[in-house]
């Protein structure tokens, strides 16, 4: 009787183990069911908007912006000679900074009490003092011209100079886009790009580009204050291409047109916070939006 007892209770424990694993396996192979990989295909980057201002008439082509502090940017637009300092909290302009006369205004970046302005044409205007009463213009002139049509500056604090990208395509090669320093010790201008963005490299492959060269176009770049990685937008067709310190390419991802309509401007707060600032359309104002990065 014993031995039979045994027996029943080993047969009802290996019958408890079996149905329990036939559960287990019914209840997570829905979870293991991989996901799809449309958006990976595609790259989109839907980056979380935290907040959102839009800008005043005057800066509704803002072309570029520059964190001061935690309620103020600098700002430009591409036609008047002019730093707008915007004020989120008040969402107004409250100050202007007249340095130069109208023209296509694409980059600005902060160094101390000095602005740098970027036109175009690669000329860069330094506005000594920008924020005292009697600031001072001084010109720059670089090799770049408007065939290579600068738009993207920014301040490396690391090396004490300035970054500048080139939407257009270089004169020498469709195979990249350079990235060309202005240092601020000597105001001697880099030649050759300090960094190379490699059109030829793998997350370029399914980008649609009416010519060779168009793979990427520049409208801004910023350095993130904290792991010094280059974050780079493109306006024309809204992407953003992330390199590190060393100029290697660690990411490209499309940016979702309804939010980022034209991404002409980014900026980074000393904690890392991002900004994102949008030319305005025929019916919607300029904007600047604070995201959550990568």
């Given at each position: 009787?014993?031995?039979?007892?045994?027996?029943?209770?080993?047969?009802?424990?290996?019958?408890?183990?079996?149905?329990?694993?036939?559960?287990?396996?019914v209840?997570?192979?829905?979870?293991?069911?991989?996901?799809?990989?449309?958006?990976?295909?595609?790259?989109?980057?839907?980056?979380?908007?935290?907040?959102?201002?839009?800008?005043?008439?005057?800066?509704?082509?803002?072309?570029?912006?520059?964190?001061?502090?935690?309620?103020?940017?600098?700002?430009?637009?591409?036609?008047?000679?002019?730093?707008?300092?915007?004020?989120?909290?008040?969402?107004?302009?409250?100050?202007?900074?007249?340095?130069?006369?109208?023209?296509?205004?694409?980059?600005?970046?902060?160094?101390?009490?000095?602005?740098?302005?970027?036109?175009?044409?690669?000329?860069?205007?330094?506005?000594?003092?920008y924020?005292?009463?009697?600031?001072?213009?001084?010109?720059?002139?670089?090799?770049?011209?408007?065939?290579?049509?600068?738009?993207?500056?920014?301040?490396?604090?690391?090396?004490?100079?300035?970054?500048?990208?080139?939407?257009?395509?270089?004169?020498?090669?469709?195979?990249?886009?350079?990235?060309?320093?202005?240092?601020?010790?000597?105001?001697?201008f880099?030649?050759?790009?300090?960094?190379?963005?490699?059109?030829?490299?793998?997350?370029?492959?399914?980008?649609?580009?009416?010519?060779?060269?168009?793979?990427?176009?520049?409208?801004?770049?910023?350095?993130?204050?904290?792991?010094?990685?280059l974050?780079?937008?493109?306006?024309?067709?809204?992407?953003?291409?992330?390199?590190?310190?060393?100029?290697?390419?660690?990411?490209?991802?499309?940016l979702?047109k309804?939010?980022?309509?034209?991404p002409?401007?980014?900026?980074?707060?000393?904690?890392?916070?991002?900004?994102?600032?949008?030319?305005?359309?025929?019916?919607?104002?300029?904007?600047?939006?604070?995201?959550?990065?990568?």
């Open positions: 009787v014993m031995r039979t007892a045994l027996l029943i209770s080993a047969f009802i424990l290996i019958a408890i183990v079996i149905a329990f694993t036939i559960r287990t396996d209840v997570d192979v829905p979870k293991l069911k991989a996901k799809s990989d449309k958006k990976e295909k595609t790259g989109e980057l839907n980056l979380e908007i935290l907040q959102k201002w839009d800008v005043p008439e005057t800066l509704k082509e803002i072309s570029a912006l520059t964190y001061l502090d935690g309620s103020r940017f600098a700002c430009i637009q591409d036609e008047l000679g002019t730093i707008f300092i915007f004020n989120t909290q008040q969402e107004k302009i409250e100050k202007e900074i007249p340095f130069g006369k109208e023209g296509d205004y694409e980059g600005l970046a902060i160094a101390g009490n000095n602005a740098y302005v970027l036109r175009a044409d690669g000329t860069i205007f330094e506005v000594k003092d924020a005292s009463s009697s600031p001072k213009t001084i010109e720059h002139n670089t090799s770049l011209t408007e065939k290579q049509d600068t738009e993207g500056m920014c301040y490396d604090s690391k090396n004490n100079r300035l970054l500048i990208t080139i939407k257009d395509k270089e004169s020498s090669s469709n195979d990249f886009k350079g990235i060309y320093s202005f240092n601020l010790s000597d105001y001697s880099s030649e050759s790009p300090v960094y190379k963005i490699d059109l030829k490299h793998a997350v370029f492959e399914d980008v649609k580009a009416k010519k060779a060269g168009d793979e990427m176009q520049p409208s801004a770049i910023a350095i993130h204050p904290k792991t010094g990685d974050y780079i937008v493109e306006g024309a067709k809204p992407k953003m291409l992330i390199m590190d310190a060393q100029g290697n390419i660690k990411a490209l991802r499309e979702d309804k939010e980022f309509a034209q002409e401007g980014i900026t980074f707060s000393p904690e890392g916070k991002m900004f994102i600032s949008n030319e305005g359309g025929k019916k919607d104002a300029g904007n600047i939006l604070e995201v959550k990065g990568m």
